[in-house]
T-cell receptor, first 113, second 114 residues
Framework: AQTVTQSQPEMSVQEAETVTLSCTYDTSESDYYLFWYKQPPSRQMILVIRQEAYKQQNATENRFSVNFQKAAKSFSLKISDSQLGDAAMYFCALKGNTGKLIFGQGTTLQVKP | KAGVTQTPRYLIKTRGQQVTLSCSPISGHRSVSWYQQTPGQGLQFLFEYFSETQRNKGNFPGRFSGRQFSNSRSEMNVSTLELGDSALYLC?????????????FGPGTRLTVT
């Protein structure tokens, strides 16, 4: 069975600072994809970043980057220069051969002005 | 391109009733997946449809069903509603079924069962 675990229910960061959200996963598949989704109060799920398991290079999207440690099955999200608009719930998700997304429990990020 | 749309956005039903939710995918997307989000269970996969065929099903009772039409629009139905069915139901579409394809989510339907 595939599982995704986010051990930080809540995180807080000062505006303009950097924050890292943690995620670990488990899968027996060798080919899979990892995602971070953002869900603001509007509840609209927004794709933040994706990582292909076969790629060693960590994905980066503007202020968002990941630290993908395949052997440790770890996939953390780093948000640099945090902005008030980054406040949301963040979900780590795994997608394997079945095509369905397996989500973690989510981390609520608070950004303080 | 228009995003994924879901109707209705909010719904209040009584226990024992049935409900149908609708999802229109992004134009050109042929795969539609449904997820249930609750505070207690988080986000859970319900089912996936591709070319009018159910490709995957999550661990939900038979009261939950769905279908997909030839234009890729999808509906999900919940019969004999229970209080525990109160949730945000999210629909996501993707171009196809390969794992590499990203899923784009709609705004969700908030179902309240009283």
């Amino acid at each position: 069975a595939q599982t995704v675990t986010q051990s930080q229910p809540e995180m807080s960061v000062q505006e303009a600072e950097t924050v890292t959200l943690s995620c670990t996963y488990d899968t027996s598949e060798s080919d899979y994809y990892l995602f971070w989704y953002k869900q603001p109060p509007s509840r609209q799920m927004i794709l933040v970043i994706r990582q292909e398991a076969y790629k060693q290079q960590n994905a980066t999207e503007n202020r968002f980057s990941v630290n993908f440690q395949k052997a440790a099955k770890s996939f953390s999200l780093k948000i640099s220069d945090s902005q008030l608009g980054d406040a949301a719930m963040y979900f780590c998700a795994l997608k394997g051969n079945t095509g369905k997304l397996i989500f973690g429990q989510g981390t609520t990020l608070q950004v303080k002005p | 391109k228009a995003g994924v749309t879901q109707t209705p956005r909010y719904l209040i039903k009584t226990r024992g009733q049935q409900v149908t939710l609708s999802c229109s995918p992004i134009s050109g997307h042929r795969s539609v997946s449904w997820y249930q989000q609750t505070p207690g269970q988080g986000l859970q996969f319900l089912f996936e449809y591709f070319s009018e065929t159910q490709r995957n099903k999550g661990n939900f009772p038979g009261r939950f069903s769905g279908r997909q039409f030839s234009n890729s629009r999808s509906e999900m139905n919940v019969s004999t509603l229970e209080l525990g069915d109160s949730a945000l139901y999210l629909c996501a579409s993707s171009i196809g079924v390969l794992s590499s394809y990203e899923q784009y989510f709609g705004p969700g339907t908030r179902l309240t069962v009283t």
